[in-house]
């Protein structure tokens, strides 16, 4: 079979062993070339305590070299200090999902959407909480929001579409994907998942 997009069912696996791959938010401050601002203080002057922005690079650091407690703490702290720094949110979530620890995630992120509802990196990883705990129709409420926010984010409608074949809607999830994929690659995507879907029912 050809290599088409990553099937979004599949994205459920991906998330124990790696974690929630999360697009880039828009809530971190941008330069003119759309690469993240470095900070400019040092974070370890101890005269001059870092911002929440270098403590979030610096737990992402922590959290690519594996040292996950270390994040979190990290995660935490930004959030007890200036609890509307969104990423912050999105990332202690993603590091709770690759512990399994989908409740806490779910948590989190809805205490970030406390601060922003319409934020649709938060909606979909929402979604994709619940996509795991196989609650469909909440799953798809949360990734119909998030792509009506971002309708030409093709993650989003793809999620939609993975949500709507595995709740029996075939019809509508190829059409979804019929938007974003060629004809041959959409129809594999729906057979993929009912080939996964009939294998979880054995």
Do not use: H, W
Not at 1 to 9: A, D, L, P, Y
Not at 53 to 70: C, F, H, P, R, V
Request: charged share 25%; aromatic share 6%.
């Amino acid at each position: 079979m050809k290599q088409s997009c990553v099937i979004t069912i599949l994205i459920a696996i991906v998330l124990m062993a790696v974690g929630c791959e999360l697009p880039q938010n828009p809530n971190i401050p941008q330069s003119n070339n759309g690469s993240k601002d470095m900070p400019t203080e040092d974070p370890f002057d101890p005269d001059r305590p870092p911002t929440a922005k270098t403590l979030y690079l610096m737990a992402d650091i922590l959290s690519a070299q594996g040292k996950d407690n270390e994040a979190e703490q990290l995660y935490r702290r930004i959030l007890s200090e200036q609890p509307d720094f969104l990423p912050a949110y999105n990332e202690l979530a993603a590091l709770e999902m690759r512990q399994r620890r989908i409740p806490e995630a779910m948590k989190t992120l809805e205490a970030g959407l406390e601060f922003k509802s319409d934020d649709p990196v938060l909606l979909n990883n929402m979604g994709m909480c619940c996509l795991i705990r196989k609650k469909y129709e909440r799953a798809l409420s949360y990734f119909t929001d998030a792509a009506a926010i971002v309708p030409e984010n093709t993650r989003y409608r793809s999620n939609m579409a993975t949500v709507l074949a595995l709740m029996g809607r075939r019809d509508e999830a190829l059409a979804l994907y019929r938007q974003i994929l060629p004809e041959e690659e959409a129809t594999e995507n729906i057979q993929a998942l009912y080939n996964s879907v009939g294998k979880d029912n054995k």
